[in-house]
Protein backbone atom coordinates (compact mmCIF):
# COMPACT_ATOMS: atom_id res chain seq x y z
CA UNK A 1 0.00 0.00 0.00
CA UNK A 2 2.80 2.13 0.89
CA UNK A 3 4.47 1.97 -2.44
CA UNK A 4 0.94 2.62 -3.98
CA UNK A 5 0.51 6.08 -2.15
CA UNK A 6 4.22 6.89 -3.64
CA UNK A 7 3.59 6.29 -7.36
CA UNK A 8 -0.03 7.79 -6.94
CA UNK A 9 1.50 10.75 -5.94
CA UNK A 10 4.06 11.48 -7.85
CA UNK A 11 1.97 10.24 -10.92
CA UNK A 12 -0.85 13.18 -9.77
CA UNK A 13 2.57 15.60 -9.71
CA UNK A 14 3.15 14.58 -13.53
CA UNK A 15 -0.25 14.43 -14.39
CA UNK A 16 -0.44 18.28 -12.69
CA UNK A 17 3.26 19.24 -14.09
CA UNK A 18 1.78 18.24 -18.16
CA UNK A 19 -1.58 19.18 -17.76
CA UNK A 20 -0.80 22.73 -15.71
CA UNK A 21 -3.83 23.45 -13.41
CA UNK A 22 -5.31 21.50 -11.28
CA UNK A 23 -7.79 23.96 -10.00
CA UNK A 24 -9.80 21.91 -7.33
CA UNK A 25 -9.86 18.64 -8.45
CA UNK A 26 -6.18 18.23 -6.69
CA UNK A 27 -7.71 15.66 -4.44
CA UNK A 28 -9.88 14.12 -6.28
CA UNK A 29 -6.61 13.05 -8.37
CA UNK A 30 -4.57 11.98 -5.37
CA UNK A 31 -7.29 9.77 -4.24
CA UNK A 32 -8.04 8.42 -7.61
CA UNK A 33 -4.01 7.94 -8.39
CA UNK A 34 -3.81 6.29 -5.30
CA UNK A 35 -6.51 3.77 -5.77
CA UNK A 36 -5.89 3.18 -9.72
CA UNK A 37 -2.22 2.43 -8.14
CA UNK A 38 -3.27 0.02 -5.48
CA UNK A 39 -5.49 -2.09 -8.38
CA UNK A 40 -3.24 -1.71 -10.96
CA UNK A 41 -0.78 -3.51 -8.69
CA UNK A 42 -3.47 -6.32 -8.16
CA UNK A 43 -3.79 -6.84 -11.84
CA UNK A 44 0.61 -6.59 -12.43
CA UNK A 45 0.42 -9.62 -9.74
CA UNK A 46 -1.55 -11.83 -11.56
CA UNK A 47 -0.33 -10.75 -15.60
CA UNK A 48 2.99 -9.78 -14.59
CA UNK A 49 4.65 -6.50 -15.19
CA UNK A 50 7.68 -6.56 -16.99
CA UNK A 51 8.71 -3.46 -14.63
CA UNK A 52 8.69 -4.46 -10.96
CA UNK A 53 10.29 -3.73 -7.85
CA UNK A 54 9.93 -6.49 -5.81
CA UNK A 55 6.51 -7.88 -6.03
CA UNK A 56 5.16 -4.39 -7.15
CA UNK A 57 3.86 -4.03 -10.78
CA UNK A 58 5.59 -0.36 -11.29
CA UNK A 59 3.92 -0.46 -14.85
CA UNK A 60 0.10 -1.58 -14.72
CA UNK A 61 0.01 0.51 -11.69
CA UNK A 62 1.02 3.69 -13.37
CA UNK A 63 -0.93 2.89 -16.46
CA UNK A 64 -4.23 1.94 -14.20
CA UNK A 65 -3.42 5.33 -11.90
CA UNK A 66 -3.44 7.12 -15.11
CA UNK A 67 -6.73 5.95 -16.35
CA UNK A 68 -8.38 6.87 -13.14
CA UNK A 69 -6.82 10.82 -13.25
CA UNK A 70 -7.98 10.75 -16.95
CA UNK A 71 -11.28 9.83 -15.67
CA UNK A 72 -11.44 12.82 -13.28
CA UNK A 73 -10.23 14.88 -15.64
CA UNK A 74 -13.19 14.27 -18.12
CA UNK A 75 -15.70 13.73 -15.52
CA UNK A 76 -14.50 17.39 -13.73
CA UNK A 77 -14.99 19.02 -17.53
CA UNK A 78 -18.77 17.74 -17.55
CA UNK A 79 -19.82 18.96 -14.59
CA UNK A 80 -21.21 22.60 -13.49
CA UNK A 81 -18.81 25.02 -13.74
CA UNK A 82 -18.83 28.29 -11.36
CA UNK A 83 -18.73 31.81 -13.09
CA UNK A 84 -17.97 34.77 -10.65
Partial sequence: MVLAVLVGTLNVALFVLLGGDARGRLPFLLVAAI???????????????????GDFGLLSSSVVAWAGMIVVAIVSTLGPTRHT
Fill in 35 to 53: LGAYAGQAIGLRLGDPLRI
